[in-house]
């Protein structure tokens, strides 16, 4: 379809001798840069009319209606001046992009003076050959029981944020609906002409119930006549869903792989990023067999506030969140009853909260102020471990519940055989802009700052901690990774991932390869900070099949340091590189902006003097109080009410095609409990005080910025947007 344009497609480099290529090229022939083939859906009937093969504004190509490919990538996209409210929804919809397209610019259609301004999205379900992933409808009769069950989850999930909006209207189109393997995705957001309800929901459902495979359709139409209920509970409705969707995973095989490296990199002198597991933590756990939390939790943080700050804060955050976590895992397997995705989503943010304020406390015991304190980005996963009666007589252990959390800019992905999904949205500067409202993502990357972070641990008292907490389900084989920036800087997660990933999978290669690999690439590509990767391989196979080659699988990492590990040997170790760090881009009216305080510029931070001694001896200390801490986490866990149950309803027969209500506009039905909690804008949030979170010996910092160290990476400190305390420049 491509080659047949003979227009050109231009390369991206901007200093290309030769920018034009000829459609279907992967790179450019004049200096081998990756070509990039964006597909937009264009919003519209308008949009319709137009004929196959048409271009556009001399730069798009009609591929099909309503899909349009730009052939200059790098030129901005027209934008008016004044951004209308329709797209409003799509902006402040925006920590919802896993399911939720994004505005890319606009376009006019027509003679001057009768054009039709038609509106133009990106991160859309187009394939790589420009078209349309299936809708739900064309997928449903031939997928998996606990697909299927998977893809309504996600339609109740997303319900709460688009009613807000005042899109939910989006989820009653079915065509509107298309589906990426297990990832439902909206192509379009539509405000329709009436509000709807749950119940216009349950109808649409319904539709899908009457194919639904045998061991579901049942439950399924039980739980469709609950929604068609007037009195129906919205909790209820989501706790047996839930049921459904947890004993339909159980079913599946899941066996879990980790392995874990961080390096400092070939231009930093010390590794302020820690993750876990390690090489240690698979030592340890071999030789006492007290760490319980292999293969189930992972995470990686990233610390900030200069050398002796970013490294203990990191390292602070693992030891507590470990010890914490070890104990919710204790009290869920002492549990009979399921803890539901909002209970375990609140138990979560309560131990994130205690965490961030054992680092805030050790700012204030060393009278760190202003841009000396430190922190930590963060991202976990829990694979939680709950017991699931498949049957009366066979209960099963099911870890196929997936939960992420995140603060700051450390990222999360799931990699399949054929895509890759990011599954985290970061806490910067670039991400509140858009969901705001100011400005649409591209035009965020102009700024100098819009890297900075909005949010990290331990930078200011929990009660301004908003940690992002979401919840999936593992229903097919993949790799979860988590990274830090280093690696995931200029997107080099999307544009690797196809090295590794599926050669992973496919068993031709080891995770611990992979993982190596992704850490040579960093260096090399984004060589300026440090690197740390966390990959589990998620295998819903019975049995193990890896035919990757040995030579393969020992290849080091072209620069390991001591703290880089992995399972089951661990790297050499290799000579570190020095280098120039690069200076910050921030302008004087961005800094004056983020720093508003008068203050002398910090000192160069100096070289280590002694090795961490004293932080790992306050380190043991702090964990003895986390352990006081676990007491008080352990009594959050005390039984709680289950939402009401609802009786069986009087029978209602199902609707036929014509009875499924049209699209409409509704008014906001907000679960505080039915989605994870959404990231807000610093210079919106207002304090929530919740005595049970913040320990009362845990001081609250008056003054939350950190110290830029001559190893800060560029373009990388918050501005607040209130009197607040900004959060810290990054790492």
């Given at each position: ?419 890759c999904h990011r599954l985290t949205v970061d806490d910067d500067v670039a991400s509140r802009e858009v969901q705001l409202g100011h400005c649409l993502y591209w035009e965020t990357q102009l700024r100098a700052d819009a ?281």
């Open positions: 379809m491509i080659s047949s344009f003979s227009e050109p497609i231009y390369c991206p480099n901007l200093s290309c001798p030769d920018p034009r290529n000829t459609f279907g090229r992967q790179h450019c022939a004049a200096c081998e840069t990756d070509l990039i083939y964006r597909y937009v859906w264009v919003v519209g009937q308008a949009a319709e009319e137009v004929p196959t093969g048409k271009v556009i504004a001399d730069r798009y190509f009609v591929i099909s209606p309503q899909i349009w490919l730009d052939s200059r990538p790098v030129v901005p996209p027209s934008v008016p001046e004044q951004l209308p409210d329709t797209i409003m929804p799509y902006l402040h919809l925006y920590p919802q992009r896993l399911h939720t397209p994004e505005v890319y610019g606009f376009c006019s259609l027509g003679e001057p003076s009768e054009a039709t301004e038609v509106l133009l999205l990106e991160n859309v379900p187009i394939n790589n050959f420009g078209r349309l992933y299936p809708s739900i409808l064309e997928s449903w009769s031939g997928t998996s029981a606990a697909r299927q069950v998977y893809w309504l989850w996600q339609m109740l999930q997303m319900w709460a944020p688009l009613s807000e909006q005042g899109v939910a209207s989006s989820l009653l189109v079915p065509q509107n609906l298309r589906v990426e393997g297990w990832r439902v995705r909206l192509l379009e957001l539509h405000r329709g002409n009436f509000v709807p309800t749950l119940r216009d929901l349950g109808d649409v459902w319904s539709g899908l119930v009457e194919s639904a495979q045998p061991e579901v359709q049942p439950k399924l139409g039980e739980i469709c006549q609950f929604m068609r209920r007037s009195s129906m509970n919205f909790d209820a409705i989501a706790l047996e869903l839930n049921d459904l969707l947890l004993e339909q995973a159980a079913k599946l095989p899941l066996h879990l792989e980790v392995v874990g490296m961080t390096d400092t990199g070939p231009q930093r002198s010390q590794n302020e990023d820690s993750c876990y597991p390690v090489a240690t933590d698979f030592q340890s756990s071999k030789t006492s067999g007290n760490d319980k939390l292999i293969p189930y939790l992972t995470m990686v943080c990233d610390g900030v506030g200069g050398h002796e700050g970013g490294e203990v804060a990191s390292q602070l955050a693992v030891q507590s969140l470990k010890a914490l976590i070890q104990n919710l895992l204790a009290e869920i397997a002492e549990q009979e009853e399921l803890m539901t995705p909002a209970m375990v989503i609140k138990q979560l943010e309560e131990i994130v909260r205690v965490v961030n304020n054992v680092i805030s406390a050790q700012n204030n015991e060393q009278g760190k102020e202003l841009r000396q304190r430190m922190g930590t980005t963060l991202v976990m996963a829990l694979q939680l471990p709950q017991k699931v009666k498949i049957s009366e007589d066979l209960p099963s252990n099911n870890s196929h519940e997936l939960y992420l959390v995140n603060v700051g800019d450390s990222r999360a992905y799931w990699i399949g055989k054929n895509y890297g900075a972070l909005t949010q990290a641990l331990g930078t200011r008292d929990a009660d301004f901690l908003r940690p992002t907490i979401q919840r999936f389900i593992v229903e097919e084989e993949g790799l979860l990774l988590l990274c830090s920036d280093g690696l995931s800087d200029n997107d080099w997660v999307e544009r690797s991932w196809e090295n590794y990933g599926p050669e992973v999978l496919e068993g031709k290669m080891s995770l611990e390869a992979a993982v190596q690999s992704w850490i040579r690439l960093a260096n090399e590509k984004n060589g300026y900070d440090n690197t740390s990767v966390v990959a589990t391989h998620c295998r819903m196979s019975p049995e193990r099949l890896v035919l990757f080659d040995p030579a393969v699988a020992s290849a080091p990492a072209s620069a390991p340091v001591s703290g880089s590990v992995s399972l089951p040997p661990s790297l050499p170790r290799s000579l570190q590189k020095s280098g120039r760090i690069p200076e910050s881009q921030l302008s004087e009216s961005s800094k004056q902006l983020l720093y508003p305080e008068t203050s002398p510029a910090p000192e160069p931070v100096q070289k280590r003097r002694s090795k961490l001694s004293l932080p790992l001896l306050g380190l043991l200390g702090l964990m003895l109080a986390c352990g006081a801490l676990g007491l008080w986490v352990r009594s959050l866990l005390s039984p709680q009410p289950e939402p009401e149950q609802l009786a069986p309803p009087p029978e209602i027969p199902a609707p036929s095609p014509s009875e499924i209500p049209s699209p409409g506009a509704e008014s906001p039905s907000p679960s505080p409990e039915s989605t994870p909690s959404e990231i807000p804008s610093p210079g919106a949030e207002s304090p929530l005080p919740s005595p049970e979170s913040t320990p009362s010996d845990i001081p609250s910092p008056e003054a939350e910025s950190l110290s830029p160290s001559p190893e800060s990476t560029p373009g990388e400190i918050p501005p607040p947007e209130e009197a607040e305390t900004p959060p810290p420049p990054r790492e």
